[in-house]
């Protein structure tokens, strides 16, 4: 069972900031596009952001200039630095590794932006 360990969701007001991470195992984690999605209260599922094992990046328009994905090889980790935030910025936010057709979810970190 591959495991995703996300942190550092939690409550923030609006214009603030907040870093998650996610730990996977190096063997997904040197092959796998690992990437953030996130899920509001009676919405879809939607992509964030997304960061390929060689470093290329794409993001949701929503987010663009806002937040930033990043990669520590070294530490098999991905962080999601989200800076001025907003109140439509609160879900649940979770890690995925993809590759083909092989999926794999963390369990999920809240972020609520709220004053």
């Known amino acids: 069972q591959v495991q995703l360990v996300e942190s550092g969701g939690g409550l923030v007001q609006p214009g603030g900031s907040l870093r998650l991470s996610c730990a996977a195992p190096?063997?997904?984690?040197?092959?796998?596009?690992m990437g953030w999605y996130r899920q509001a209260p009676g919405k879809q599922r939607e992509l964030v952001t997304s960061?390929?094992?060689?470093?290329?990046?794409n993001y949701a328009d929503s987010v663009k200039g806002r937040f930033t994905i990043s990669r520590d090889n070294a530490k098999n980790t991905v962080y999601l630095q989200m800076n001025s935030l907003k109140p439509e910025d609160t879900a649940v936010y979770y890690c995925?590794?993809?590759?083909?057709?092989?999926?794999?979810w963390g369990q999920g970190t809240q972020v609520t932006v709220s004053s």
């Open positions: 995925n590794a993809h590759q083909g057709v092989f999926d794999y």
């Open positions: 190096r063997s997904i984690f040197s092959i796998y596009a």
């Open positions: 960061i390929t094992s060689g470093g290329s990046t």
